[in-house]
């Protein structure tokens, strides 16, 4: 059994001072008490550790080397996605390995407790499956393993390379299964997820409404049962464009008109929707996969924050091509993006939470929904995801209740997050990941070699 104080901790009650938790052997919380002597591991100040909803880690090696302007004028989300391909040619499941077990890394030391690996990367270059069919899978449970991350893997069902039907061509090769191999790979990954911890599990996704057909879709759902669903959805102005050519609706009204959309559904991005298809979406249940970052590096678009607050949407964050993986920064990107539209203030706040407390709270939460995770919240039977903050941080000290949660997201520096447990495993302790050399020799040998055949 573990044990943690905190000063001041961020319950499923609210906040309270002087909180016991008990971790239990199988990495639960046993018990939440407050007004206790300090016993165990001190900290200053403890919160549910959010889920990263949405997560390419193979990505990660690719920040900073897609920054400059490509042959059009007009450069955008497509041409970013054509040098993508180009880097997928030269990934070996070695590299692939060592770069998610390094992103995973970086997420615990951001504060995020958990991971959904959204994962289309299937094949060799030229599309040809691996002896092991889940050979990729293997890799990122073998990741989990060393970084001690709570994973939920979600294999990815990716067909065609448009609504048209058209192959898949290029890097997209590696992503390519049809039904019945993708239900062989997926039955193949519950392998890999069986060598983790109890708290890692399987999803199901699918790529987009664009690079699965609607018979396709039905197949990949009843796969999930009653896990996690994810997928991409109105993402791009060419992709509702193409979507509604073909189909004869945007993407947010064809997907309800024609699946059972709810809880188990996360669907990332949604930088394209009407008010109304905002208001519908946010009603049906699902979790909005918002990727801040990422969203502003490829021009998406800017989710509309207000609009589904206000109509009691879900929501979580993820890092996406994890070119800065950072729980504050993603929710700081998110407000303020919503503050520059709208040209206010304080537009996630509630008349009853301020702004950084609205936007965790809601963060872990869905998180945790998206993830399929029993989590998101300082609560006994929930997965011991927790965060511990510097409570003795120069833009912390002396501040109460959510003013500590504005501090993070809005004042955020590296060095706030001091400790974080991902299913009671204490991964991250006084700032720095318990593997962090091992990882980080192994990520800097595979990014060498990969970027001298670039």
């Known amino acids: 059994m573990g044990l943690i104080w905190a000063e001041r901790a961020l319950t499923g009650d609210g906040w309270a001072r002087d909180v016991r938790v008990e971790i239990g052997a199988d990495g639960r919380i046993v018990g939440v008490t407050a007004g206790q002597l300090a016993q165990g591991k001190r900290v200053g100040v403890l919160l549910p550790a959010p889920a990263n909803a949405h997560s ?3 990505q990660r090696a690719m920040s900073g080397l ?5 042959p059009d004028p007009s450069d955008s989300f497509w041409t970013w996605r054509r040098l993508m391909y180009r880097f997928l040619q030269h990934l070996s499941p070695d590299q692939v390995q060592a770069i998610t077990a390094f992103a995973q890394m970086e997420m615990l030391e951001a504060g995020f407790g958990s991971s959904v690996e959204f994962h289309y990367l299937h094949h060799q270059p030229d599309g040809t499956p691996y002896t092991a069919l889940a050979e990729m899978s293997d890799r990122i449970a073998s990741a989990a393993a ?7 893997l979600a294999p990815v069902l990716y067909m065609h390379g448009g609504c048209d039907g058209r192959a898949l061509k290029g890097g997209q090769r590696r992503f390519g299964n049809d039904v019945d191999q993708f239900t062989r790979l997926h039955q193949d990954a519950s392998h890999s997820i069986g060598t983790l911890p109890a708290d890692c599990r399987l999803a199901v996704a699918a790529h987009s409404l664009r690079a699965v057909p609607p018979e396709a879709l039905q197949a990949a759902v009843a796969m999930a049962r009653d896990g996690p669903f994810h997928m991409h959805l109105a993402e791009q102005v060419a992709e509702v464009d193409e979507v509604q050519a073909a ?5 947010v009204d064809w997907l309800l008109q024609n699946a059972e959309v709810d809880e188990r559904w996360c669907l990332i991005h949604c930088t394209q929707m009407t008010p109304t298809e905002t208001t519908a979406l946010a009603a049906s249940g699902a979790v909005a996969g918002l990727c801040p970052i990422t969203e502003s590096n490829l021009g998406d678009g800017i989710f509309d924050g207000a609009r589904w607050f206000g109509a009691g949407g879900a929501m979580a964050i993820g890092s996406d091509s994890d070119i800065l993986i950072s729980v504050h920064e993603e929710l700081r990107v998110l407000e303020h993006s919503q503050r520059l539209r709208d040209r206010g203030r304080a ?11 609205r936007m965790f709270e809601a963060a872990a939460k869905g998180g945790a929904q998206a993830a399929g995770r029993g989590a998101g919240v300082i609560a006994p039977g929930e997965w011991a995801d927790l965060l511990a903050l510097d409570g003795a941080h120069v833009d912390l000290e ?3 209740g959510d003013a500590l949660l504005d501090a993070f997201v809005f004042a ?4 706030m997050v001091r400790d974080v447990w991902s ?3 204490h991964m991250v302790q006084d700032g720095c990941h318990v593997e962090r050399a091992a990882i980080l020799r192994d990520y800097r040998h595979s990014v060498g070699a990969l970027r001298a055949a670039l």
């Open 412 to 415: 955020g520096r590296d060095g």
């Open 146 to 152: 060393q970084s001690g991350i709570g994973l939920t």
């Open 247 to 251: 189909w004869g609706a945007r993407p």
């Open 66 to 70: 897609t920054e400059t302007r490509g």
């Open 347 to 357: 537009v996630l706040a509630s008349q009853t939470q301020s702004t950084g407390r």
């Open 56 to 58: 390419h880690a193979f």
């Open 423 to 425: 299913g009671g495993r």
């Open 398 to 400: 002396g501040k109460q």
